[in-house]
């Protein structure tokens, strides 16, 4: 057991990594690209630089905190601009000052340790789908055509200035009221969006690299958080094209051989 869940990685000074079933990376996005898929097809990806990400505390349910989680760390900060309680998590643990900690809660024993580094060729391979979370870009106060795709107003027939008005809020009749969650104008943007079944093109693991053929929010340089995608269909499978040929009713159509003529001797 204790040979599954550490190894050291090769040329990297004896760091313990991770085991491969646990599956959550942090990463920071890099930009976006066009790179050949394995069917020699250009298609855009984005770049995200995802790892490696030390291991800073396992919370357990049996535990004073009541359920399974994993706390891991991205990045780099100076301990001069961290407060004392975070900076004494991280010597407690063994792991340098990181600019970014993030908890990602598991179902059951992750079976990983504090100071185990969880790096990126070890859980993602090129054809799997993630699931890809961050903090949409902001866009101030917004008015409903940008914010909600509203339409507008007409231009015409005697109207003044109502192009990009939303229009009539509530009824004089029944509540008199406008309801909680009418669409209006307001601030649009930094908010949490996930993103499901990113596909990963390909992965550069000395540069710690991920090619994700799908968008991915916020801005260059945001935290972007990486994990299996929950839907049922976890990797890409390539479809295998029968030469069968079959009519409308599902019956094998058989195609009759021409003869050939008999060679002169």
């Known amino acids: 057991m204790a040979e599954e869940t550490t190894q050291k990685i090769e040329g990297d000074g004896g760091v313990k990594k991770a085991p491969p079933t646990f599956r959550f990376l942090l990463g920071e996005k890099v930009g976006m690209t066009q790179v050949f898929d394995k069917t020699g097809v250009l298609c855009g990806a984005t770049v995200v630089k995802a790892g490696p990400c030390p291991v800073m505390r396992v919370k357990r349910a049996d535990g004073p905190d009541g359920y399974w989680a994993v706390q891991l760390a991205f990045g780099v900060c100076k301990e001069k601009n961290l407060p004392k309680p975070l900076l004494g998590q991280f010597k407690a643990a063994g792991v340098n000052p990181a600019r970014y900690v993030r908890e990602f809660r598991v179902p059951a024993d992750p079976k990983i340790e504090p100071g185990?580094?969880?790096?990126?060729?070890?859980?993602?391979?090129?054809?799997?789908?993630?699931?890809?979370?961050?903090?949409?870009?902001?866009?101030?106060?917004?008015?409903?055509?940008?914010?909600?795709?509203?339409?507008?107003?007409?231009?015409?027939?005697?109207?003044?200035?109502?192009?990009?008005?939303?229009?009539?809020?509530?009824?004089?009749?029944?509540?008199?009221?406008?309801?909680?969650?009418?669409?209006?104008?307001?601030?649009?943007?930094?908010?949490?969006?996930?993103?499901?079944?990113?596909?990963?093109?390909?992965?550069?693991?000395?540069?710690?690299?991920?090619?994700?053929?799908?968008?991915?929010?916020?801005?260059?340089?945001?935290?972007?958080?990486?994990?299996?995608?929950?839907?049922?269909?976890?990797?890409?499978?390539?479809?295998?094209?029968?030469?069968?040929?079959?009519?409308?009713?599902?019956?094998?159509?058989?195609?009759?051989?021409?003869?050939?003529?008999?060679?002169?001797?």
Do not use: W
């Open 116 to 265: 185990q580094t969880v790096v990126l060729d070890a859980i993602i391979k090129a054809g799997d789908y993630l699931d890809v979370r961050g903090t949409s870009k902001g866009h101030g106060f917004a008015g409903v055509m940008k914010r909600h795709n509203f339409r507008g107003m007409p231009a015409s027939h005697g109207a003044s200035d109502k192009q990009r008005s939303p229009g009539s809020l509530a009824a004089r009749r029944s509540l008199g009221r406008v309801l909680p969650g009418q669409r209006m104008a307001g601030h649009m943007g930094v908010e949490q969006v996930c993103v499901h079944k990113a596909e990963v093109i390909k992965i550069d693991a000395e540069k710690n690299l991920v090619y994700l053929k799908s968008s991915v929010p916020g801005p260059r340089g945001g935290l972007v958080m990486l994990c299996e995608t929950v839907k049922s269909k976890k990797f890409r499978t390539e479809k295998i094209r029968s030469t069968i040929r079959k009519d409308k009713m599902g019956n094998i159509i058989t195609v009759a051989k021409r003869p050939t003529k008999a060679k002169p001797q």
